[in-house]
């Protein structure tokens, strides 16, 4: 769980999150600081009722902010762009090792098949319907 005040590699992740759902705009500068603060109530304002947990990053804000920000398009070896992006952060925060660049080259699709074995939907490498649902949903590859 990330609070305010909290630093490193898992807060530019929320960071890139929040940009991309346009929370923004927010320093990727992992530190969980007074705009990261801002952008995280932006979101809470979304919510019926008050925020369970105001300011704080649990499993349930991660999914939040990756199904607002991951899109439907599929997304297979050759994929470039924003998506792809998104995809990998998605990816990495359920708990692949993955550089983000933008490009699903076969280290993409490796930890797709990985994400994919996980969660019993074949291995194919390709993110469609199944795999979006779940990486939506808050699945991890465990």
Not at 120 to 130: A, K, Q, T
Request: proline share 4%.
């Amino acid at each position: 769980m990330l609070q305010p005040g909290a630093k490193g590699p898992a807060v530019r992740t929320l960071q890139c999150f929040l940009n991309d759902a346009d929370y923004g705009p927010v320093a990727v500068d992992g530190v969980y600081g007074a705009q990261t603060r801002a952008a995280v109530t932006k979101v809470e304002a979304g919510f019926e009722g008050p925020a369970p947990k105001p300011g704080r990053i649990d499993d349930g804000m991660w999914v939040l902010l990756i199904s607002r920000t991951l899109g439907g398009a599929t997304l297979k070896v050759g994929s470039k762009g924003a998506d792809v992006v998104t995809l990998q952060r998605a990816l990495r925060a359920a708990g692949g090792t993955i550089t983000v660049d933008g490009t699903f080259g076969a280290q993409t699709k490796k930890v797709v098949q990985r994400f994919q074995q996980a969660n019993r939907i074949g291995d194919d490498g390709v993110v469609g319907e199944d795999t979006l649902f779940l990486l939506k949903m808050g699945a991890t590859i465990g």
